[in-house]
């Protein structure tokens, strides 16, 4: 299916600093969705199980706790780069030039500052379960197979960082489109026009993508 942003891409230090992290969340967004893909096999797994046999998966509700950071927090940078998070646009998309790029440097900016905040808090609470001391590296677990959970904390701090980069990168397009009064500013997602939609639906389907 088309998305509904596109990224402009040149020579220049950003686009290749763009598509460079970009290799880095594709991967993530991919091992995101093969986590929902082995928990819709976990359940059915489950389900069976507790059908047929009486005997549901042992531990079903402590791997889910575990890939809850996967399903939630892997694949946030790269649906950042997609444009694909969910925005109003009511005020900033009547905005042109200058303006627009100011406002969209100051949302951006305030985003990367609280994303700043989220790495530092969840940083401190993954701290807060590992001990290399104790069995497993691992203060806290799952309540039914003991799961050590320190592994599922330490990935909301590293998605958070990956997202802070995606942040950073955008930040700097939008100040060099402002500084330099571009009409549009390089690696950051740009909204379709309806008939760019459009066109690129119609481009999808005679690719043959489903």
Known sequence: MAGSAHIIEDGSLLSRLDRGLERIEAPLALISGLAVFSLMLLAVVSVSGRNAFNMPLPGYVDWIEMAMPLLAFLGISWTQRQGGHIRMDILIGRLR?????????????VALLLIGLLIWGSWAHFLRSIDFAAPLW???SSIDIKLPLWPAKLLVPVAFSVLALR????FWGYAQAFARNLPQPIAVPLPLTIEQQAAEEARHVSDGEI
Do not use: C, F, K, V
């Open 167 to 170: 942040l950073a990168l955008q």
């Open 138 to 140: 691992s203060r806290d």
């Open 97 to 109: 030039g200058r303006p627009a790029w100011a406002a969209e440097m100051l949302t951006t900016l």
